[in-house]
């Protein structure tokens, strides 16, 4: 006799109890998905935890309303253009110089940008994936495939890399990715610290192609990333995260010198724990001429 899972919503059936991580993957699955899965057994959560595709995707309500794939957005609302903002002191992209540019690099092209190419050093903090979906904005909202995103942010202590003291020779927390046929765009990191001054964000820049982003190309679209405050304070409970708490208690998304004007196409909806990990969703409309 098996014990009950947590979650068995959309079958009479009992599951095996996987714990709180398959609970919350489970969660973020439409209730055809789950029925999906719990019809596999065991093989079937072993895929949906493995990040198999075919398994299904999340619903827009799963991710706070932002559709999560192109299929999608077509048959909600075809997003606007997600505002420019500036990359920021800390770009790491050449345009200071050919001495920081991690884009030049091997290796900067990876879905996991947690680790240092250089002195394979890991930053710390609570693990969270970030998933854009590109889709070109207006239209019918199509998806952009092979369009790349280079992505870069600050530790669990505020600190850039490549620029930060004790943090000059470490380029983690930047890498580089091509999205899939569907647009998508992942990437595994650690949930970025608060500085003062600046709300919790995330910057990138969006290029036609890798080839693009890693040869000095032009740059298509950049702009930046918000995470929920909820989300952020029970992150900054960790030890690891220093000031950030202190810093955000002094911040709001109104007095931002970024998203004051209008942040909400870019607020990213999350998901998870702090035990488990996050997972941090966003559809980006790119205007592409």
């Known amino acids: 006799m098996h014990p009950q899972t947590h979650l068995h919503p959309d079958s009479p059936q009992d599951l095996y109890d996987l714990g709180l991580k398959t609970d919350l993957v489970m969660l973020s699955q439409s209730p055809m998905t789950r029925r999906r899965v719990l019809s596999m057994g065991l093989m079937g959560i072993g895929a949906l935890l493995a990040g198999c595709a075919p398994i299904g995707t999340p619903t827009p309500a799963a991710t706070g309303g932002q559709p999560s794939t192109p299929e999608e957005a077509t048959a909600a609302e075809c997003v606007s253009p997600i505002p420019r903002e500036t990359a920021g002191p800390f770009p790491g992209n ?9 884009l030049i690099q091997s290796g900067v092209v990876r879905p996991d940008i947690r680790t240092s190419l250089g002195t394979g050093n890991t930053a710390a903090g609570v693990p969270l994936r970030l998933e854009l979906t590109l889709v070109q904005a207006g239209g019918d909202c199509a998806p952009l495939p092979g369009y790349a995103i280079y992505l870069w942010h600050c530790d669990a202590q505020g600190r850039y890399s490549m620029y930060s003291p004790g943090a000059e020779a470490e380029d983690y927390l930047r890498g580089v990715q091509a999205a899939d046929e569907n ?4 990437f595994l990191t650690v949930f970025p610290g608060c500085y003062s001054g600046r709300w919790p964000h995330f910057h990138f820049e969006v290029y036609a192609s890798v080839e693009e982003a890693t040869g000095a190309g032009n740059v298509v679209h950049t702009s930046q990333i ?7 304070r029970s992150v900054y409970a960790d030890d690891r995260y220093g000031s950030s708490m202190n810093n955000l208690s002094r911040l709001s998304l109104d007095q931002d010198g970024i998203f004051r004007d209008g942040w909400e196409s870019q607020m990213a909806a999350v998901t998870g724990s702090v035990e488990e990990g996050f997972l941090a969703r966003l559809t980006v409309g790119v205007p592409v001429a």
């Open 94 to 102: 050449g345009s200071q110089g050919p001495n920081l540019n991690v």
């Open 183 to 186: 647009g998508v765009v992942s």
């Open 226 to 232: 918000a995470l929920p405050e909820d989300v952020c």
